[in-house]
């Protein structure tokens, strides 16, 4: 294999898009947003065919040229994509690639007065605009939605939300489960907030952004939990509020409660229309999953059998939470078959 980028038989278009919906968002974060669109070969030869789509997005700290970053003897997920429709391996489809980075690391996918209209902007502007340029099968049952970790948890939601958007989605180790997955991590936050910043998230930013990011043994714990606190506890006026007390990491139960609501496990019973309209849900995670997501994989699985959907492709696979891009081709497989027209 060769160590650096192939060429593609078919086409990765780079775009960018002026979205009014992030325009003045809180963080100061950009409006002008990259967004890159693949296209399969044969699309230009038949110029009346339409296609269906699969939107892919990104985990925690995910910005969209990371895409084309490698492991060592591994292609990355773009080649993996073209090897996988240049072969005839899956029905051809589009992939839209959707950056939806903040300043704090990510933005869940949701609307948040703590970080910006993220969902407005990947369903109310990137999938029109999409559709409007590229010769999309514009319905929900050929359209879909695919990511890993935070992009996981983002697929699923947003297939749950929006149902007249998305007929179906792959979530790799998607957060899951809150009280496995986010709930271990808060003492460890707290005791990083006592022990560094005397009990302030303001000094531990001022000291993140003075220096390489993420070159403290503490900053993972430290950013994780206030990000999800702006996405999922976040007051009207911006003020972000933690889920534990920094000075001891009890818990703030009716802040909990609030990202309790947006846990996909328990969101289940009150989307469970949308979800049974799905053509295609694909779950899976690595048995040894540094957040157990594996977990939460088998939660929401679960929670989906108790509402009557029980075609869903469930695979539990050895590995951790890192270095998985090597799945990503047989959802994107499985989610072309099953929304093709």
Known sequence: MLPWSRDLIGRLDEHEIESQALRGNPLGDPHVRPLWVYVPP??????????PSVYVIQGLTGQLDMWRNRSAFRPNYPELVDEL???????????VFVDCWTSLGGSQFLDSPGTGSYHTYLCGEVVPWVDARYRTLAAPGHRGIQGKSSGGYGAMVTAMLRPDLFGGFATHAGDALFEVCYLPGFPEAARALRDHYGGSYERFWEDFRSRPAMSKEHDAVLLNAYCMAACYSAEPDGTVRLPFDP???????????RWLEKDPVRMVPAHAEALRSMRAIWIDAGT???WYLDLGAEAFRRALEGIGVTDVRFELFDAGHMSIEYRYPE????????LAP
Not at 247 to 257: K, M, Y
């Open 42 to 51: 044969g699309y230009d030869d038949e110029p009346d065919r339409r296609y």
């Open 85 to 95: 429709f240049a072969s005839g391996g899956a029905p051809p489809a589009l992939v």
């Open 247 to 257: 000075a001891t990491g009890q818990l703030r139960e009716d802040v909990w409660r």
């Open 288 to 290: 040894r999953d540094e």
């Open 331 to 338: 959802s994107l497989r499985y989610l072309a078959e099953r």
